[in-house]
C-alpha cells in the first residue's frame, strides 16, 4: 500500500502542474473557444437606420455642453480603459486575461465595437443588467417568502434581454401579467409588494410608486399624503404648468386596487375592486378612478386597468417613459445620470439635448436596449479620458468634458476581483463547482462590504471597513494564497519565468492595462531570484497590492 503510494502521489502532482501549465498556456495564447463575433455581426448595428446620423448629433450636444463651461475637452482614452470602463458597465467586472489578449488581436480601430457587441452576446451581460433593473422594478428587500421569487424574476428579465426583447414589451409583461407566480416569473412585480396586511392583495401604493420612479422618473408618491405645496412637481409644462395634487398619485394607484390573489391555483387576477381613499382635509372616504398623471390622450379607453396602464406607460410617445430608460441606462454606462437623481426628471424643465436625442432614438427604433447601448459608447463623452492637461473640476464632469471618476459599486468590487484572480473568463462555460464558489463568496464578501441598496447610483465614500476587508479580509487572502489550480498569481509565477512578462500579464489580468515602466521594474525587482512558492508567495503580493490600488476600485 505504502509502495503505491509513493507512486501515485507524484503522478498525481505531475497531473496536476500539467493541467495547471495547459490552462496558463492555452489562456496566454489565446483560448481557441472563446466566442470571436465576425465582421457583419460587429459591423450591421452600426450601420443601422440613422444610428451614425444620430450619433453624430449626439456628439455635437456634448460638444455644445462643454463649450458652456469653458469649452475644454480631454483627449480620447486609450482602448485599454474603454475597455474596462465597458466591461465593468455591461458585466459588473473588469476582463480577463484570456479576453485581453483576444481583445489585443483585434484592429485598434475595430477593438471597441469588437469588445461591445462580445459582451452584449454574452450571458453574463443579459444576468448582469437583468440583476440591477430589477432593484429598480421590485427592490432590495427579499419580498413575502411565499409569493415572491427574486430568482425567477431575475432569470426571466434576463431571459427577455437575451432574447433581444424590446424593452416596452418587457415592462408591459411586468405591469399587466397575470398568473402564477412561479409559471409567470413576470408578475413577481407584483407579488413583491404583497404582504399578510395587504390581504392577498397587491399594494397599489407601492406599486404606483415603483411604476412612477422606474419607468416615468417621476416621484409621484411624494403626493401620498399631501399636495406639492414646494412646487416639485409639474404635471404640464412650464406655460402651462399643473402643480402636483395627491389626486394624481391616487389615479395611479388606483389602476392596481383589482389585482389579488383571488385563487393560489390560478395566481394573480383582476376582481375589480375600486380604490377609495380618504384625501388631506376630508372627512370620508372618495371612490378615486384610475387616471394618469399627464398625456391623457395617449391612455386606451377600453380594456383591464393594469393592461391599460402599461400601454400608456410604454406608449411610443411617452417621452417620460423612454427619458426615464435613457437616464438609468446611462447610469449604468457611467456610474452616474445624466439627470440626477436617476428616477426624477422633471417634465417641465430643459434637460440635457442629448437625453432627447437618445430618448427619440431609443422609441423611433423598438426601444431597443442594445442598439441604446451602442449608442453610448459610441459617444465621445464614453470615450474621454478621466484625466486631462487641464484643471478638471465638477462642472467638467457634469458637462461631460472628462469621464467621470466613480467609485466601483459594492458588485463590480467583487465581480473584478474574482475575475482578476482567474486567467478564464468567470462565464457560463466556467466549471458548476466554480460558479457556486464564486456566487457564495460573493455573497459573503457583499454583506461584509455593504450594499447600496436601490439607491446605488448615490455617491459614497469608501469606508475604513471596506478598505480592511480589501487589505485582511479572507476573501483576497484566499484569491492570493499559493494555489496552483485556483488562483492566477501562481499560475503565472510557476508557468511564466520572465519577471517583466510576468508583471505585464498581471496588470492585464487586474487592471487590465500595460504596466508602466516604473511599475515593471519596481515589482520586477521584487520578484527577482524567486523560484518555487517563494516566487508564487511573492507573485501573491503583488496581486494583493494592485488589488488594494485605489486604481482598482474606482472607475475612470
Known amino acids: 500500500m505504502n509502495r503505491k503510494r509513493r507512486i501515485l502521489q507524484p503522478l498525481l502532482m505531475l497531473s496536476v502542474v ?16 472563446i466566442r470571436r463575433p465576425k465582421d457583419k455581426e460587429i459591423e450591421e448595428p452600426y450601420r443601422a437606420s440613422n444610428f451614425q446620423l444620430n450619433l453624430a448629433i449626439a456628439n455635437k450636444h456634448l460638444l455644445a455642453m462643454a463649450d458652456a463651461v469653458d469649452g475644454q475637452r480631454a483627449p480620447q482614452a486609450d482602448n485599454h480603459a474603454i475597455a474596462r470602463r465597458l466591461s465593468l458597465a455591461l458585466v459588473g467586472s473588469g476582463l480577463s486575461l484570456e479576453e485581453m489578449r483576444a481583445f489585443s488581436e483585434v484592429a485598434e480601430d475595430r477593438q471597441i465595437q469588437w469588445l461591445t457587441t462580445y459582451l452584449l452576446e454574452d450571458r453574463r451581460w443579459s444576468d448582469y443588467f437583468a440583476e440591477r433593473l430589477s432593484r429598480a422594478f421590485v427592490g432590495t428587500n427579499d419580498g413575502p417568502f411565499l409569493l415572491f421569487r427574486r430568482r425567477k424574476f431575475n432569470a426571466w428579465l434576463s431571459e427577455q434581454l437575451r432574447d433581444d426583447v424590446s424593452y416596452n414589451v418587457i415592462v408591459r409583461e411586468m405591469l399587466s401579467a397575470e398568473g402564477l407566480w412561479t409559471d409567470k416569473p413576470e408578475v413577481n412585480f407584483v407579488t413583491a409588494t404583497m404582504d399578510e396586511a395587504n390581504e392577498g392583495r397587491g399594494d397599489p401604493i407601492r406599486l404606483a410608486g415603483r411604476t412612477s420612479r422606474a419607468f416615468l422618473a417621476q416621484r409621484i408618491d411624494c403626493l401620498q399624503c399631501h399636495d406639492d405645496f414646494l412646487g416639485d412637481l409639474n404635471f404640464g409644462s412650464a406655460e402651462s404648468p399643473v402643480d402636483g395634487r395627491q389626486e394624481h398619485f391616487h389615479s395611479l394607484a388606483a389602476f392596481y386596487s383589482g389585482t389579488a390573489l383571488a385563487n393560489p391555483f390560478r395566481g394573480i387576477c383582476e376582481d375589480k375592486q375600486t380604490y377609495d381613499f380618504e384625501y388631506l ?17 395617449l391612455l386606451p379607453s377600453e380594456g383591464k386597468p393594469r393592461v ?14 423612454a427619458r426615464a430608460t435613457v437616464n438609468r441606462i446611462w447610469a449604468l454606462m457611467f456610474s452616474r445620470p445624466l439627470v440626477a437623481p436617476v428616477d426624477n426628471i422633471p417634465l417641465d424643465e430643459s434637460v440635457p439635448p442629448i437625453m432627447d436625442l437618445l430618448a427619440a432614438d431609443f422609441a423611433a427604433h423598438g426601444f431597443d436596449l442594445k442598439r441604446l447601448i451602442r449608442m453610448i459608447v459610441e459617444t465621445d463623452a464614453f470615450r474621454r479620458d478621466s484625466r486631462a492637461d487641464f484643471e478638471v473640476t465638477e462642472d467638467h464632469e457634469l458637462a461631460w468634458s472628462v469621464f467621470p ?8 468590487v467583487s465581480g473584478s476581483l474574482f475575475q482578476a484572480c482567474s ?12 460558479r457556486l464558489k464564486v456566487f457564495g463568496d460573493g455573497q459573503d ?5 455593504g450594499d447600496r441598496g436601490e439607491d446605488e447610483f448615490e455617491s459614497s465614500a469608501v469606508t475604513i471597513p471596506q478598505r480592511l476587508l480589501l487589505m485582511n479580509g479572507n476573501l483576497v487572502s484566499e484569491r492570493t494564497k499559493v494555489d496552483l489550480i485556483g488562483n492566477a498569481s501562481t499560475r503565472i509565477a510557476q508557468m511564466v519565468q520572465d519577471d517583466q512578462q510576468a508583471v505585464e500579464l498581471t496588470f492585464l489580468s487586474v ?10 521594474e519596481a515589482f520586477s525587482k521584487y520578484l527577482h531570484g524567486k523560484s518555487g512558492d517563494d516566487r508564487s508567495r511573492a507573485m501573491g503580493d503583488v496581486y494583493w497590492a494592485i488589488i488594494n490600488s485605489t486604481e482598482f476600485s474606482w472607475n475612470h
Open 511 to 520: 487592471l487590465n492595462r500595460s504596466p508602466s515602466l516604473v511599475e515593471v
Open 445 to 449: 464578501f457583499l454583506r461584509n462590504f
Open 281 to 297: 382635509g376630508e372627512s370620508e372616504m372618495t371612490r378615486v378612478e384610475p387616471a394618469v398623471p399627464f398625456a391623457p390622450e
Open 18 to 33: 500539467l493541467v495547471g501549465a495547459g490552462v496558463v498556456v492555452a489562456t496566454l495564447n489565446g483560448r481557441p473557444d
Open 423 to 434: 486567467l478564464s473568463a468567470m462565464d457560463s462555460t466556467s466549471p458548476i463547482l466554480t
Open 405 to 412: 471618476v466613480t467609485q466601483l459599486r459594492p458588485e463590480q
Open 308 to 321: 391599460r396602464l402599461a400601454a400608456w406607460v410604454t406608449h411610443p410617445d411617452n417621452r417620460a417613459f
